[in-house]
């Protein structure tokens, strides 16, 4: 029987298989239970002699089986792991991280700089009243100076602010009469067709001085390290004067062609100046209408175009880069720090 099992082992590749073969050595109606049946006929003593080799007999048939099985279960792992070995040296995906927009950068590097200064940022509503964003500003309603900005109004209260200057509105009614040094990056809106120069929605980054004995100067001095810090440690600026409702005086700064160093060329279209913002002393009226007394506290404020500067800075020609998300457009960026 031994050598019959041996050989009958030999042929089984699966647990399956085995377990059948099992059943029919040492199952209810196998051999082995036949065997014993085939003892209730005998004597005393030969029943004692024979279910001594019948045991010793299953317990062979046991280990021969349990031995088969480990084998199959052995070689069942062993199949598993060679499926499953992962190679370590392979290289991982690659994955594509993204860079700090250029507009993104521009916000990051003023912020560095005038929080150096002492400056804290504040932030406002991009949909915003007609109150904060014209009337508070000295801009009433029917206001020829209204045209300068064209305006998305969501009815004739509310609309998607035109510039970010509301929010020196916001800030002077909230520190009521007190000093203040802020400066406010953030998206703005008008109703301008899109082209190279024109964006619908672009941003501004609006500052805000109000102090005691506060003057010119001061501006040009803030300024003065705003235009080294983004175009370059050796550029110069001038104020030209100019108008704003908020201001008086107003001024347009422009700043040495960071290009030719001033020579002229076709960035600054021979001149040797580039404009780039506005600015100015606080309106009396608009000191007065945010809880602030002129003869007290007084100082300056500007507004500068995050896409002029950046367009500036990196040579870019044509604003509809920056929102049409090419990503070769952007990926040029990389390196910026
Ligand atoms: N808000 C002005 C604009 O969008 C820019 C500006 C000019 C802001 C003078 C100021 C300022 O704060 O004092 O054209």
Redesign the pocket.
């Known amino acids: 029987m031994i050598e019959n099992l041996k050989k009958e082992l030999k042929q089984i590749n699966n647990l399956v298989e085995l377990n059948q073969l099992k059943t029919n050595y040492l199952g209810k109606k196998g051999l082995i239970s036949q065997k014993m049946q085939d003892m209730k006929t005998l004597s005393p003593e030969e029943k004692k002699q024979l279910g001594q080799e019948i045991n010793i007999l299953k317990k062979e048939i046991e280990s021969l089986f349990l031995a088969k099985e480990n084998e199959l279960k052995e070689a069942l792992i062993n199949e598993e792991i060679i499926k499953e070995t992962k190679d370590v040296t392979m290289p991982s995906y690659k994955f594509n991280l993204g860079t700090i927009h250029p507009l993104n950068q521009t916000i990051i590097d003023l912020e560095n700089l005038y929080i150096g200064l002492g400056y804290e940022v504040a932030e406002g509503p991009e949909i915003e009243t007609d109150e904060y964003c014209f009337e508070k500003l000295n801009l009433p309603k029917g206001h020829p100076a209204r045209d ?2 064209d305006t998305f109004y969501i009815n004739p209260e509310l609309l998607l602010r ?4 509301p929010v ?1 509105v916001r800030t002077m009614l909230e520190k009521k009469g007190k000093p203040i040094k802020i400066i406010c990056p953030g998206k ?1 809106y008008r109703r301008d067709a899109d082209d190279a120069t024109h964006s619908h929605q672009f941003m ?1 980054c ?3 001085v109000l102090g005691h004995n506060i003057t010119l100067a001061d501006l040009k001095g803030a300024l003065l390290e705003m235009a080294k810090k983004m175009l370059g440690e050796d550029r110069k600026i001038r104020l030209r004067p100019s108008y ?1 409702p ?2 008086e005086p ?1 001024v347009e700064v422009d700043v040495s062609c960071h290009k030719c160093g001033g020579k002229g060329c076709s960035m600054c279209k021979n001149t040797g100046w580039i404009e780039i ?4 002393m ?1 309106n009396h009226h608009v000191l007065e209408m945010c809880g602030y007394d002129p003869n007290e506290i007084q100082g ?5 175009g995050i896409e002029r500067i950046t367009m500036l800075k990196y040579g870019i020609e044509d604003i509809r880069n920056f929102y049409n998300n090419d990503l070769r457009f952007l990926k040029e960026f990389k390196e910026v720090k």
């Open positions: 300068m900005q035109s510039q970010t200057s020196q703005t501004q609006e500052g805000l704003f908020f201001t107003s913002l506005g600015a100015g606080v300056f404020a500007f507004g500068v």
